[in-house]
């Protein structure tokens, strides 16, 4: 699991660094929103671990700007600001949970270990197709950027059974039976659709193996 830790105070920098490290987790540590910001533009993270009052981009604007570019990763915020208001500000701005200094580092792990369990959670119902799309199961629909994409039908269906199939190869014959509940259309009615649906996705997710298929293979995020 890989967490960004922005904390500018360096002995609990320090102390928080070498105690997730032992736990097994990678960090990247700063002690500046601004770094930290600039960061974030190039690397993904499971998680990031937050302090409000630091140099340059406090912990609230950090959040801000991430959502602006769609960045919605879980957010547990570490702080002294004990003020209502700002504790508020921190869950309303999407924050998963407000740790308050000072704590022991055995608490923040097992904050840091629920969330974990909850993002398992959330990725047995949100099927990751590419950096930008995901398909959430449980509401049938497509996302890009955290926003619904609509498509008709049948173009959904196909996204779903290929996404349900992720990294197998999908036949016409295949997708006949599933897609199109077995209905005697021809293979170039279904080629034609999946050619109009690949011209749709704003991402190129969707493999076509001539000769044989379509499949999505399975989205790695970077490192």
């Not at 490290?21 to 499971?46: H, P, T």
């Not at 197998?168 to 014959?173: H, L, R, V």
């Not at 011209?199 to 999505?216: A, C, M, Q, R, S």
Request: hydrophobic share 40%.
């Amino acid at each position: 699991m890989k967490i960004l830790l922005l904390e500018d105070e360096m002995m609990l920098q320090t102390s928080i660094n070498e105690y997730l490290n032992d736990m097994g987790y990678r960090v990247s540590v700063f002690g500046d929103g601004q770094e930290a910001l600039n960061n974030l533009e190039k690397n993904e993270y499971d998680l990031l671990l937050l302090d409000i009052n630091v140099p340059a981009i406090d912990g609230l604007q950090l959040v801000s700007k991430l959502k602006q570019t769609n960045n919605y990763t879980p957010t547990i915020f570490i702080s002294a600001n004990t003020d209502i208001s700002t504790i508020s500000k921190a869950f309303d701005g999407g924050a998963i949970d407000y740790l308050k200094k000072p704590f022991h580092l055995k608490e923040l792990a097992i904050r840091i270990q629920k969330e974990i369990e909850n993002i398992q959670k959330i990725k047995l119902k949100h099927i990751s197709l590419s950096k930008s799309y995901s398909l959430v199961v449980d509401e049938n629909c497509l996302y890009f950027n955290r926003e619904v994409q609509l498509l008709t039908n049948k173009k959904f269906q196909i996204v779903k059974y290929l996404a349900q199939n992720i990294g197998t190869i999908i036949t016409i014959d295949t997708l006949r039976i599933y897609v199109w509940d077995s209905e005697p259309i021809g293979d170039a009615t279904i080629r034609a659709e999946m050619s109009r649906l690949k011209k749709e996705l704003k991402e190129d997710f969707i493999k076509n193996i001539k000769g044989v298929g379509y499949t999505i293979d399975r989205y790695i995020p970077r490192v």
